[in-house]
């Protein structure tokens, strides 16, 4: 079963815009990651942030990480037509060695 | 290119044949990982390796599927009497979990379809 959920499903955005998508997860965790996958492709890493963080960039992306709440979102700011893929998130639990992926969030940016 | 590679991309069969998938790991990655895929959702683990040892397996790896990696590098998984339910993304992927790298780098995937 999937560990996590994306928030929304899907997003349709106009070119220059930003994009935030959010992620819950169940179990303590490690670390959160975010993946890009582009149509039938594989996955390609974006970010990640350690439990002990709660706030990490990276050029156009900012994630933000609430464990309390078992929370994170993605910022994409100014987006492009080159953006458009499927985002997931990941979450590294406690003990555990492998990822659990969400169900992923679409995003279209409409050039 | 030293990312991961993936061979076959696609592959079509009919239920019941066996089918094998290779994935080449980054060469200094010594931890390797199976997916599975299917539309509209996320990888869902399949088994890991830790150098040459499978350590974990899902529930979702049932007794026809195997994996190995038997020097440590390379690594093949194999669907006995495929199902249709078996249609789907194949992924690997590799990390460095004891460098503190827990990103982990992912293959283009195999898709399989099986009719």
């Known amino acids: 079963s999937q560990q996590g959920e994306e928030d929304p499903q899907a997003l349709s955005i106009q070119e220059g815009e930003n994009a935030t998508m959010n992620c819950s997860y169940k179990?303590?965790?490690?670390?959160l990651q975010w993946y890009r996958q582009n149509s039938g492709r594989g996955l390609v890493h974006l970010i990640l942030?350690?439990?002990?963080?709660r706030e990490k960039h990276s050029g156009r992306l900012r994630v933000t990480l609430d464990t309390s709440k078992k929370s994170s979102s993605l910022l994409i700011t100014a987006s492009r037509a080159a953006d458009t893929a499927s985002y997931f998130c990941a979450t590294g639990a406690t003990g555990a060695n492998n990822l659990f992926f969400g169900t992923g969030t679409r995003l279209t940016v409409i050039p | 290119d030293t990312g991961v590679s993936q061979d076959p991309r696609h592959k079509i069969t009919k239920r019941g044949q066996n089918v094998t998938f290779r994935c080449d790991p980054i060469?200094?990655?010594?931890?390797l990982y199976w997916y599975r895929q299917t539309l509209g959702q996320g990888p869902e683990f399949l088994t890991y390796?830790?150098?040459?040892?499978?350590?974990?397996k899902s529930r979702l790896l049932s007794d026809r599927f195997s994996a190995e990696r038997p020097k440590g590098s390379f690594s093949t998984l194999e669907i006995q009497r495929t199902e249709q339910g078996d249609s789907a993304m194949y992924l690997c992927?590799?990390?460095?979990?004891?460098?503190?790298?827990?990103?982990?780098?992912f293959g283009p995937g195999t898709r399989l379809t099986v009719t």
């Open positions: 179990t303590s965790i490690n670390n």
């Open positions: 390796f830790q150098n040459e040892a499978q350590l974990e």
């Open positions: 992927a590799s990390s460095r979990p004891d460098l503190g790298h827990y990103e982990q780098y």
């Open positions: 942030i350690r439990s002990n963080e």
């Open positions: 060469s200094e990655h010594n931890r």
